[in-house]
């Protein structure tokens, strides 16, 4: 089976980190968000193709290199498609049967029960669902047992039919391109899924972890899940004897710290933080911190250096930025 790995967006929401980078190569607990796409594929996937627009070359570059097990083919979209237009746009390398995921997901998902469950109903397209407490940010689905009888985006919460939201991971029998039309810009959920209800279009349920990593918000809750999954770690060759250390923390080799870290903090390679507070955050490789600061719910970009007594709040800083030593940051975005 054939995986698509819908990754064109611009990531404009975790700007300034994608001025430098695209969505895809952002480091979620210090590896390109990408691959935790990869660690959970069955050897039946033998084929990955990436449909992308901005920073297309960085991302064929990456695979060129990466050894990830599997044929990796990166197709260029040279105007954004939206979802089905990607899909659409890669129709030519699509052999059979084949899944689709969204790239700025992390979840638990079986690629091979819910392939089963596509095959089991027969059907032309299979959804995986999520269960949320708020489903008004996402796209939800009505069911009758299995059966998708309504497909709703982001809908006011009255309207919502269920809290079962559209988890960005499917899987389509060929027919489906039939479905999207060619050479613009289109919706998988507002212009292919309303025609796919009526064709048939089956919703597959799983259990374990899910988040979106698209935003600040989701990013940050993405890298708490992971952790807490069991990818919290402290490298050997990292100094945190003097550090106060509240688990789950990801800390790479060549760090130093010295103030309280955690939890749910990510310290990429060295990174050197003094008498400060560090939570909930993740700071990209050779961030330094001067003492005091206090860093939580913000990314941090690689050579970036936080001055003393510095307090950011919510806030991304870009590659190579110097904050100001007192200076007070909430909900900004800092680039050089």
Not at 172 to 192: C, M, N, Q, W
Not at 209 to 237: C, I, K, M, N, P
Request: proline content about 5%.
């Amino acid at each position: 089976m054939q995986l698509v790995i819908v990754a064109g967006g611009f990531g404009t929401r975790l700007r300034p980190l994608t001025l430098q980078r695209p969505k895809a190569l952002v480091p979620l607990l210090n590896r390109p968000q990408v691959l935790y796409l990869f660690d959970r594929l069955p050897d039946s996937v033998d084929h990955v193709i990436v449909a992308v627009n901005y920073g297309y070359a960085q991302l064929r570059d990456f695979f060129r290199s990466a050894d990830v097990g599997r044929n990796v083919t990166v197709v260029e979209e040279e105007t954004p498609l939206g979802t089905a237009g990607a899909l659409k746009n890669v129709e030519g390398h699509i052999g059979g049967t084949f899944a689709a995921m969204n790239g700025d997901v992390i979840d638990s998902l079986d690629l091979e029960a819910f392939h089963r469950f596509h095959r089991r109903h027969g059907t032309i397209a299979s959804l995986a669902v999520w269960r949320v407490d708020d489903p008004t940010g996402f796209g939800v689905v009505a069911l009758e047992g299995a059966r998708v009888t309504s497909f709703v985006e982001k809908p006011k919460r009255e309207d919502a039919p269920s809290n079962l939201v559209n988890a960005g991971r499917y899987i389509f029998e060929p027919e489906v391109l039939d479905f999207i039309p060619a050479g613009r810009e289109v919706s998988l959920e507002k212009e292919v899924f309303p025609k796919l209800v009526i064709e048939g279009l089956h919703a597959f349920r799983y259990s374990g972890f899910w988040s979106d990593a698209g935003t600040l918000s989701t990013f940050l809750h993405a890298q708490a899940v992971l952790l807490e999954a069991g990818r919290a770690h402290v490298a050997d060759d990292a100094d945190v004897a003097r550090a106060t250390v509240h688990a789950p923390v990801l800390v790479a080799g060549g760090c130093f710290v010295e103030g309280r870290l955690g939890p749910h903090a990510v310290l990429g390679p060295g990174c050197r933080i003094g008498r400060a507070s560090v939570r909930d955050a993740a700071l990209l490789d050779h961030v330094s911190v001067d003492d005091k600061a206090e860093i939580s719910r913000s990314i941090i970009g690689a050579g970036a250096s936080i001055g003393e007594g510095a307090v950011l709040e919510d806030t991304i800083v870009g590659d190579g930025v110097h904050v100001a030593p007192h200076a007070r940051l909430v909900g900004a975005r800092v680039s050089g």
